[in-house]
């Protein structure tokens, strides 16, 4: 079993529509999760990190199931400038510093 | 606000060729490390330095050496380039204190072709 799995997709939703990705991690001693927004290209780039409590930052909320080792992304009101790739980030037991990423999910938001 | 810089941002190279992929950071990070991506495998932690004056395998190490120069620089060369080495190199640093929520962040990329 892969460390960090996600679904690829790709997933192709309408502008307004709500999405919402999932990512497995194998290491229940994982401490740190994040989501990055990597654009075609372009380097990753920190989208949020993800707390126990679950968190929101405006159109974006990321949650985390412990119980069930995974975390999720969702997106509300989907605009165009969404469309990328969304990798997931998950710490290695052992190290705050390592982390693992997931091979991404594509997403494309329609007009 | 430079954040994490990569030079060059292009390269081709020949088989056998060495070269040196530099990246520098102004957030005062102590780690640092060096990922490729290729397509559908994500991103490879390469190698990486804890804090300065350290250096630890990844993944994918093979091939490759690094410099952790100052707290600033860490450097990654190939010594013979292969084609197996044609990949997208990324570099990132993260504040490296602490245990919880070590973000880290990206340069903007090395594209290397190895031919």
């Known amino acids: 079993r892969k460390e960090v799995e996600q679904d690829p997709g790709p997933f192709n939703v309408p502008e307004g529509a709500t999405v919402a990705f999932n990512c497995t991690y194998s290491?229940?001693?994982?401490?740190?999760f994040f989501w990055y927004r990597q654009d075609c290209r372009k380097e990753p780039k920190l989208l949020m990190s993800?707390?126990?409590s679950g968190n929101e930052d405006g159109r974006f909320t990321a949650q985390l199931n412990r119980a069930s080792q995974y975390i999720s992304l969702l997106i509300r009101d989907s605009k165009l400038s969404d469309s990328a790739t969304y990798l997931c980030?998950?710490?290695?037991?052992?190290?705050?510093?390592?982390?693992?990423f997931g091979s991404g999910t594509q997403l494309t938001v329609l007009p | 606000n430079a954040g994490v810089t990569q030079t060059p941002k292009f390269q081709v190279l020949k088989t056998g060729q060495s070269m040196t992929l530099q990246c520098a950071q102004d957030?005062?990070?102590?780690?640092m490390y060096w990922y490729r991506q290729d397509p559908g495998m994500g991103l490879r932690l390469i190698y990486y330095?804890?804090?300065?004056?350290?250096?630890d395998k990844g993944e994918v190490p093979n091939g490759y050496n690094v410099s952790r120069l100052n707290k600033r620089e860490f450097s990654l060369r190939l010594e013979s380039a292969a084609p197996s080495q044609t990949s997208v190199y990324f570099c990132?640093?993260?504040?490296?204190?602490?245990?919880?929520?070590?973000?880290?962040?990206f340069g903007d990329g090395t594209r290397l072709s190895i031919l």
């Open positions: 990132a640093s993260s504040d490296g204190r602490g245990y919880s929520n070590q973000p880290q962040h």
């Open positions: 290491n229940s001693a994982s401490q740190s």
């Open positions: 993800v707390y126990s």
């Open positions: 980030a998950v710490n290695r037991a052992g190290s705050a510093r390592q982390l693992t």
């Open positions: 957030m005062n990070h102590n780690s």
């Open positions: 330095s804890a804090s300065e004056g350290t250096t």
